[in-house]
């Protein structure tokens, strides 16, 4: 079992559609889980950080996390085809700040 | 503000050939980290520096890899020997406290 799984995709969605991309991870004392934007042939950009129970909202980027059943989704509402890009999920599990990331999830807005 | 710089942006060497990057992290980030970004998967933290002390190196092959962080700041990291599967982006992260941000990445490709 990977620490942290992610779909794949691609995961295509029309544009100003809500995209839904969600993540699992598997170690119980992880403590903060961050989502990546990455474009082709870029380096991850940092998009949301969460930290507790809930939902965390930033302009059209929401973030949500259940620790009980140890999943952090995000949602994109209004998709543009500008986000299109992958989509990495990573994990921290304390201590030193070690991250720990999914394979991503590729998303596809189609106009 | 500035953000993380590394270089070369890219490098094409020869099997058992060595390699080095350098990374200039964010002014004021006392974390800096290095990871191999290998295609179609997520980033793999190789080695984390807290100003010039290694925190965590546990993935990083010490055979033919090795890093430094003189004076808390700039680091390097070094491949040597070169083997075909080190081909892949290496990317630099630097973080105040619990996020982290990266740099434009050197993309590696041994022949």
């Known amino acids: 079992q990977k620490e942290v799984e992610q779909n794949s995709g691609p995961l295509s969605v029309p544009e100003g559609a809500i995209a839904s991309l969600n993540c699992t991870y598997s170690d119980r004392v992880s403590q903060s889980f961050f989502w990546y934007r990455q474009y082709s042939g870029k380096s991850p950009e940092l998009i949301m950080s969460?930290?507790?129970?809930g939902d965390k909202e930033d302009g059209r980027f929401t973030a949500q996390l259940n620790k009980a059943s140890q999943y952090v989704s995000l949602l994109i509402r209004d998709s543009q085809p500008s986000d299109s890009a992958t989509y990495l999920c990573a994990v921290n599990r304390g201590g030193y700040n070690k991250l720990i990331f999914g394979a991503g999830t590729r998303l596809a807005v189609h106009p | 503000e500035a953000g993380v710089a590394q270089s070369p942006r890219y490098k094409i060497i020869e099997k058992r050939q060595s390699v080095a990057f350098w990374c200039n992290p964010i002014s004021g980030h006392a974390t800096l980290y290095w990871y191999q970004q290998i295609l179609g998967q997520g980033p793999k933290l190789l080695i984390q520096?807290?100003?010039?002390?290694?925190?965590?190196d546990s993935q990083l092959p010490k055979d033919r890899f090795s890093a430094e962080r003189l004076k808390g700041v700039d680091s390097t990291l070094k491949i040597q020997p070169a083997k075909l599967e080190d081909s892949a982006v290496y990317l630099c992260?630097?973080?105040?406290?619990?996020?982290?941000?990266f740099g434009p990445g050197t993309r590696l490709t041994v022949l």
């Open positions: 992260a630097s973080s105040l406290q619990n996020e982290q941000f």
């Open positions: 969460i930290y507790s129970n």
């Open positions: 520096f807290q100003n010039n002390g290694v925190v965590d």
